[in-house]
């Protein structure tokens, strides 16, 4: 068992930063894929960003203004968030997938914390 913890959410004007944090505990492995996810109201969880052996993968729609990385030795992960518009508003999820399989698909996960609300004011 994984067990994830976010922290870090808030509200931001449009233009500001927030720098998510991840608490990783149980049987980490730093094997494991880490990833953020995030659900706006009335839409489908949606791939942020990830990260497996030292490379990351981003979404489009953030590629350039997110930022995944990972400490190991502390079982952290981060996503620091520069830039942030309103269409970034949403519940932002932690997960970690411990089996092969795609990387940017929410149900190849199978450890999730319960999420942080990030809002972004225009």
């Known amino acids: 068992q994984v067990q994830l913890v976010e922290s870090g959410g808030g509200l931001v004007q449009a233009g500001g930063s927030l720098r998510l944090s991840c608490a990783a505990s149980?049987?980490?492995?730093?094997?494991?894929?880490m990833g953020w996810f995030r659900q706006a109201p009335g839409k489908e969880r949606a791939f942020v960003a990830t990260m497996l052996d030292g490379t990351t993968y981003y979404a489009d729609s953030v590629k350039g203004r997110f930022t995944i990385s990972r400490d190991s030795a502390k079982n952290m992960v981060y996503l620091q968030m520069n830039s942030l518009k309103p269409e970034d508003t949403a519940v932002y999820y932690c997960?970690?997938?411990?089996?092969?399989?795609?990387?940017?698909?929410?149900?190849?996960?199978?450890?999730w914390g319960q999420g942080t609300q990030v809002t972004v004011s225009s």
């Open positions: 149980g049987r980490t492995s730093s094997n494991y894929a």
């Open positions: 997960a970690a997938k411990t089996t092969s399989g795609r990387l940017n698909v929410a149900y190849e996960y199978n450890y």
